[in-house]
């Protein structure tokens, strides 16, 4: 079985920094990309950000120039660097990973969700 495990979520100031990881764990052969969305409350799931196995960024305009999406591909881990936190940017952030695993019947590919960490930025 394949797990993300998520951590760094919290409360901060506007203005403030968090560090958002995820650890993506099982039998896994490769991931093709990693990546955050975001939901708000009464608001779909948006992406912030995605990195790509060859190392291609996408970010939402709302956060470009502020946050940074990076990788450990060999500890299979994405991290999420939020700088000048808005409270426009509160919300519960999801890891997402599509990867390539052992399923114990072979080979395959599928898109994993994290469970979720909440960020709170307010003074």
């Known amino acids: 079985q394949v797990q993300l495990l998520e951590s760094g979520g919290g409360l901060v100031q506007p203005g403030g920094s968090l560090r958002l990881f995820c650890s993506a764990s099982?039998?896994?052969?490769?991931?093709?990309?990693m990546g955050w969305y975001r939901q708000a409350p009464g608001q779909h799931r948006e992406l912030v950000a995605v990195v790509t196995d060859s190392g291609n960024t996408t970010y939402a305009d709302s956060v470009k120039g502020r946050f940074t999406i990076s990788t450990d591909n060999a500890e299979h881990t994405v991290y999420l660097q939020m700088n000048s936190l808005k409270p426009e940017d509160t919300a519960v952030y999801y890891c997402n990973a599509d990867l390539v695993y052992n399923s114990g019947y072979g080979v395959a590919e599928s898109v994993y969700w994290g469970q979720g960490t909440q960020v709170t930025v307010s003074s």
């Open positions: 099982g039998s896994i052969y490769g991931i093709n990309a």
